[in-house]
């Protein structure tokens, strides 16, 4: 049974995520573009920014890259609470398909 329940986890997961990709594109656009700029004030590469805006929106925070402008830093905030709500968007569609595959599969 394994198997269906991944098929089963797959399918709700992807359907959901598809549903969800409305938002869940104007929250990566939001984090791309906070990202780039700043960058522009921090005087990065538009990839050094990209780079900067992920990590910072998953919250790992590596410290390569720091912000050193009061106004990049407020933008870092924003991009992590950003981040927060994508990632938490994305954990209630995975926890969603869990409990549909796990009711499914039971019967």
Known sequence: MPRGLTIVFVKDFVRSLWMMFPLLFALLAAIMALGQWVGRIETWSPLDSLYWSFVTATTLGYGDLRPS??????????????????????IAVAVQATSLALSQVRR
Do not use: W
């Open 69 to 90: 402008h009061a106004k990049s830093k407020v933008i870092a905030i924003l991009i992590t609470f950003l981040g927060l709500i994508l990632t938490g968007i994305v």
